[in-house]
């Protein structure tokens, strides 16, 4: 009923009833009306046929940009007739911008002659990813807005790459043998076996008794533990779950969402501190992005990761024991689990395998309840895998839906 | 809902409303007073939109205050109105009032709907009922002020969703950026054109008749006027000689006494009534039977009265709405006469009671006003062009067949002479109908003496010029000599159609005096007068014709004065080129008519036989060629790819730019192949394996210098049978190629580009 009730079919209704009563009265004035208006219908079907003549216009954009960033549009609208042209509106298709905000328009009220006008606006870019903007097309409806006519500016579609968000990490705990140790150390504290004292701090659960510091107990009056340095990892891994039913959520709130968001921040941070990154994950293509070190790394891997969907058949489990042939002995990786429904022994399993080539897990578990909305959010402990985790004695990271990310990985 | 944020279209729906108002104001009131009642409307919307522009962004209490105080105003007034007598109008003063006060919380695109809506009330009103040409200037204002609303409305609605450009600038302030003045010239232009050409289909008059209204006359005035009391508003009316009948026309032979002398004297050219009628007609007034060859009178006017609550006064003997109907709506005030065209059926006249004489010609109680309006149903026959009242018994024929006691003995003569070869009465009277219209010169100038008692022989037999009421009566009594009964009316002669407002325009100037003569068993009209003809029913099928005739009638008064003045050149020159354009329109049509009949004709004897096997055989032949071109494209690329691998390639192309060109991408002369690869890629990424492969085989074969293999070719044709097969979908809108700026191509460029890529 809605698409009926337009200005061209009500304009169109009120010169028929005009034209009725004009014939059955034979009233000439409203035969006068009735031409006025079918004249204004005629012409506004006309008019903007000519009123795209000459008109042409292009869009400066980058290519790339990071998810919650500005994207700074340029539009540049000419008219090479020799008539002004008006009621211009040129639209563009950003599929990278918030919902409702993906079809901008600029509007032009007059375009003269022989002129060019530039105009520029921003939009947020909603989520990372890999987009077609465009393309830019120019409408007149000129002059009632009855009867649009658009055009198709040429190669005016391009490709858009928004890069994950990514949040300040200061350090990655990571744990690995290492048999590269000249290159990429980094030195972490642990309450433990290592190689050069670092300090003391209080006691944790978990922490072995048999490096308490009894003196600092003694004279604090609670149990203080002896920290040592470690040689941390300098080739990490870190493996995407890209199962198709381990996306959960809504929009910018997934899962995977969130797993990519962790994955590109620590990327950034290992690659700055100077380790050697891969990046895998299993989709329906493979997302492999071998072992480098640097700031082009961090590109390839950024761009990876925009691209990267779940849309994969194999277990995350599975995943982590395909994976292991790709990863070096002694390294670490970095496993962010998107679901955690999945087979426990598997992953025991798969994590095991991993520890027999010496290869130090950082799990990162994410809480695929807390995504869907009316499910009851699970804490860590009542996890088993969690304290299955816990008993091997791999480091990991809890995250539910809502969570802040920064907080959670600087603790 | 969408609020208002573009100032324009507040200007715009100013005028909009203020025209649509001040058009229902123009058709009920006095200009003293529609002057008035305009500027208080223009103030009290300019304050109320001024008002609702200020505050669109949120609606405050005491907008909705003054809304509501407003509304209530409206009502009382309406009210009002309404007891004052007028239903309607109590209608369309609460419609005034209740958009006067919406106005003060007009924000919204909701508020804007039902301000148009109003307005196209009040304008839909003051259309049907206005019968001055003037209206039209208001219609041309309320529709241009409608379009640019329109306009206005449109760029509100686009500047809600607009991210940049002009937003800023548009919605700060009333910033009219587009003025649209040759889009408003160029409308009206098209818009005349229509109203000139669009055929004037027969009606179905469907409702709208009778149609009574404007003053109520009461029966009581008669005995009032027999007692010889005041009339009431007796002061209105002006004085004139002879205050009887006449009222304020000038015109004589409305009056009881009426002198064929004075009968022309300073008759004004102002409008008496407007009358909507389907064809032209006489409107009788009134008929005299007595004549002393100088004034005529009645002698015993035998009249009765007719009592209606309804004021519909019918004839028993035909259907109430039978014959030719006729719409008077009084400009003027004027005597009690109630005209209609010979033979009225049934007439509906505000009053409970009018008066009818034995000729057929109606009274009412009292002076009519100006504002009057009442129907007339004229049962109107046709006797060889004459107009006929049908055949009726006369019985009192002795008092039409009365001469002046001191009539001239040449007359008499005269009139022997005349009819003397004719049989019949009705013979006799188109006799003396021709000989009075062959021999005598027609003429308003006053030539006679006023003293003269024998005015007839003297215009007869010495002057032989004269004005209509010397010819009418001269048939009378010509006829009467003839022993032939016959009247002398007196009317109005109603043939000028305005074309602008579809009514015809009776002025004082158009007062008429003809003759009806008992013949052929009923009373039939003769036109003595020459120059003057019946008036006959002509359908207009455009209303050019009508304009035409207007102008032509207008221009005609105008250049009879000067003839060679510069002015009436023009005039002639225009009227030249009207009726060219006239006679072009009516070969056009007649062309068009005559071709549809021709070719009707022929389809319904043969021609549907040969159309459908036309249709068959080309639909079969399309659909055989469509089936069969594939095969035969793929037979040749097969056979080429044998013998030729170089050629296979680029057919190969050169098929695949067919396929996407029939879809709506062309490869432009200056598209390269991998621009055009490109190109088709974006719109087609399930073909883009393809797109690719062939692609390149053409480069490769093209440019590369290098011998294709046999995996290509057969990979090549393997993509163009994907293609053929896969790429049938959806035809996509054209796409559009701009050439490059600054991109020098000179003429051999361009033709070696088309060559390259016709291989």
Redesign the interface.
């Known amino acids: 009923m809605k698409h009926l009730l337009t200005?061209r079919t009500l304009l169109i209704a009120?010169a028929t009833a005009?034209l009725l009563?004009a014939?059955?009265?034979?009233?000439?004035?409203?035969?006068?009306?009735?031409?006025?208006?079918?004249?204004?219908i005629?012409?506004s079907h006309l008019?903007p046929r000519f009123a795209l003549k000459g008109v042409?216009a292009s869009r400066a954009l980058d290519p790339t940009a990071f998810e919650g960033d500005a994207l700074h549009l340029k539009?540049s609208v000419e008219n090479r007739s020799w008539r002004s042209r008006?009621?211009l509106?040129?639209l563009d298709s950003i599929p990278a911008a918030p919902p409702g905000?993906r079809n901008?328009?600029?509007?032009?009220?007059?375009l003269p002659a022989r002129k060019e006008r530039n105009?520029?606006?921003s939009?947020t870019c909603y989520k990372r990813g890999e987009y077609?903007v465009g393309p830019l097309t120019v409408q007149s409806?000129?002059?009632?807005?009855i009867s649009p006519t658009e055009?198709?500016?040429?190669?005016s579609?391009r490709g858009l790459l928004v890069y994950p968000k990514i949040f300040e990490l200061a350090r990655v705990r990571l744990r690995g043998g290492g048999n590269r140790p000249l290159s990429g150390v980094e030195a972490i504290s642990q309450a433990g076996a290592g190689e050069e004292f670092w300090g003391v701090r209080e006691y944790k659960r978990g922490d072995d008794l048999r490096y308490i510091h009894w003196p600092s107990t003694a004279k604090h009056r609670r149990l203080i533990v002896k920290e040592f340095e470690i040689r941390a990892s300098t080739e990490v891994t870190i493996l995407l779950d890209l199962h198709k039913d381990s996306d959960v959520g809504e929009g910018k709130e997934t899962t995977l969402e969130y797993a990519v968001k962790i994955a590109a921040s620590m990327a950034k941070t290992l690659l700055e501190k100077g380790h050697v990154l891969q990046l895998v994950g299993y989709g329906r293509k493979n997302h492999i992005v071998p072992y480098t070190r640097g700031l082009n790394q961090l590109q390839k891997v950024l761009e990876e990761l925009a691209r990267v969907k779940a849309d994969g058949t194999m277990p995350y489990p599975h995943a982590i024991c395909q994976s292991s042939d790709l990863l070096r002995d002694g390294g670490a990786v970095i496993l962010l689990f998107s679901r955690s429904d999945f087979n426990t022994e598997e992953a025991l399993y798969a994590l095991r395998l991993l520890r027999a080539k010496r290869i130090r897990p950082l799990c990162v578990m994410i809480d695929h309840n807390s995504f869907i909305p009316g499910r009851i959010t699970l804490s860590p402990e009542t996890n088993p895998f969690v304290e299955d985790l816990t008993s091997e004695g791999i480091p990991f990271y809890f995250i539910s839906k809502g969570d802040s990310l920064p907080e959670i990985f600087t603790a | 809902m969408r609020k208002i944020q573009y100032p324009p279209v507040y200007l715009g729906l100013y005028i909009l409303q203020i025209t649509a108002v001040c058009a229902v104001l123009r058709t009920e009131d006095r200009e003293s007073l529609f002057i008035t009642k305009a500027f208080f409307w223009a103030a009290i919307y300019g304050v109320g939109l001024l008002y609702g522009w200020r505050h669109r962004e949120r609606k405050t209490d005491v907008s909705q205050s003054l809304t509501n105080v407003f509304l209530v105003v409206a009502l009382l007034y309406a009210f009002m109105v309404y007891l004052s007598g007028s239903l309607e109008m109590a209608i369309l003063t609460f419609l005034i009032g209740v958009q006067g006060a919406r106005n003060f919380t007009l924000t919204q695109h909701r508020d804007l709907y039902f301000a148009y809506l109003i307005s196209l009330i009040l304008m839909f009103y003051g259309a049907s009922v206005s019968q001055e040409t003037t209206f039209v200037f208001h219609i041309i204002l309320y529709v241009l002020s409608g379009v640019y609303t329109l306009m206005a409305d449109h760029i509100d609605e686009r500047l809600s969703l607009a991210k940049g450009g002009d937003k800023e600038i548009l919605t700060k302030g009333m910033n009219l950026s587009i003025k649209g003045g040759w889009v408003a010239a160029v409308s009206l232009g098209l818009a005349f054109i229509i109203y000139l050409v669009f055929p004037r289909i027969p009606s179905p008059h469907v409702q709208g008749f009778p149609s009574i209204g404007g003053w109520y006359y009461s029966g009581k005035d008669w005995k009032k006027e027999a007692e010889g009391g005041k009339r009431k508003k007796e002061g209105f009316y002006r004085k004139g000689p002879d205050r009887t009948t006449g009222g304020e026309l000038e015109y004589d032979g409305f009056r009881e006494r009426f002198d064929i002398v004075k009968a022309r004297k300073a008759i004004p050219n102002t409008v008496v009534f407007h009358l909507s009628s389907s064809r032209p007609i006489y409107a009788r007034g009134k008929t005299f039977d007595t004549f002393d060859g100088r004034a005529w009178t009645n002698e015993r006017p035998r009249e009765t009265y007719l009592r209606s609550e309804t004021g519909e006064f019918i004839s028993s003997q035909y259907q109430p709405k039978e014959g030719t109907r006729q719409i008077y709506w009084l400009k003027k005030n004027m005597g009690n006469l109630i005209f209609a065209a010979y033979r009225p059926v049934s007439l509906w006249f505000p009053s409970d009671s009018i008066k009818k004489d034995t000729a057929l010609c109606f009274k009412a109680p009292s002076r009519l006003r100006k504002g009057t309006k009442y129907s007339v149903a004229s049962k109107i026959n046709d006797l060889e062009g004459r107009p006929f009242g049908g055949v009726e018994f006369e019985r009192d024929n002795e008092r039409y067949l009365r001469l002046p006691s001191h009539l001239s003995p040449r007359i008499e003569d005269l009139s022997r002479s005349i009819t003397a070869e004719s049989e019949g009465d009705y013979e006799k009277a188109k006799a003396v109908e021709e000989y009075l219209k062959n021999n005598y010169e027609y003429t308003l100038d006053t030539v006679f003496d006023e003293k003269n008692e024998d005015t007839l022989d003297e215009f007869l037999f010495e002057k032989k010029r004269g004005h209509c009421e010397y010819f009418a009566s001269s048939m009378v009594v010509l006829l009467r000599a003839a022993g032939v009964p016959s009247r002398l009316v007196t009317g109005y002669l109603a043939n000028r159609r305005n074309p602008v407002t579809g009514y015809y325009e009776v002025r004082e100037l158009d007062a008429h005096a003809w003759v009806e003569a008992y013949a052929a068993q009923g009373w039939v009209s003769f036109e003595p007068t020459p120059r003057f003809q019946f008036p006959c029913e002509t359908r207009q099928c455009f209303v050019l014709s009508g304009l035409i005739r207007y102008v032509e009638d207008h221009l005609n008064r105008i250049t009879e004065a000067q003839q060679e003045s510069t002015w009436a050149r023009l005039y002639r020159f225009i009227l030249a080129c009207l009726k060219g354009l006239l006679t072009f329109i009516q070969t056009l049509w007649e062309a068009i008519v005559g071709t549809a009949a021709l070719f009707w004709e022929w389809l319904s004897e043969m021609g549907w036989a040969i159309l459908t096997g036309i249709a068959v055989a080309g639909g079969s032949i399309y659909l055989i060629l469509r089936l069969i071109s594939p095969c035969v494209r793929k037979m040749r690329l097969q056979n080429l790819k044998r013998k030729s691998p170089g050629e296979f390639i680029f057919l190969c192309y050169q098929e695949m730019e067919n396929i996407f060109g029939r879809k709506g991408i062309p490869r432009a002369f200056y598209v390269a192949p991998k621009e055009y690869q490109e190109i088709l890629q974006t719109r087609f990424k399930e073909l883009n394996p393809q797109i690719d492969q062939i692609t390149k085989a053409f480069q490769q074969a093209r440019y590369g210098g290098m011998p294709l293999n046999r995996r290509d070719i057969e990979e090549t044709y393997q993509a163009y049978e994907y293609i053929l097969k896969h790429g049938t979908g959806k035809k996509i809108k054209r796409f559009s190629f701009t050439y490059p700026k600054n991109l020098p191509i000179k003429k051999g460029d361009r033709q070696a580009s088309r060559m390259s890529v016709k291989y």
């Open positions: 200005k009120v005009f009563v014939w059955n009265r034979e009233i000439n004035l409203l035969y006068g009306i009735f031409s006025l208006i079918a004249s204004t005629i012409l008019l042409s539009v008006f009621m509106e040129v905000s901008p328009m600029t509007f032009l009220a007059k105009y520029s606006y939009l077609d409806a000129y002059p009632l807005g055009k198709e500016m040429p190669q579609r």
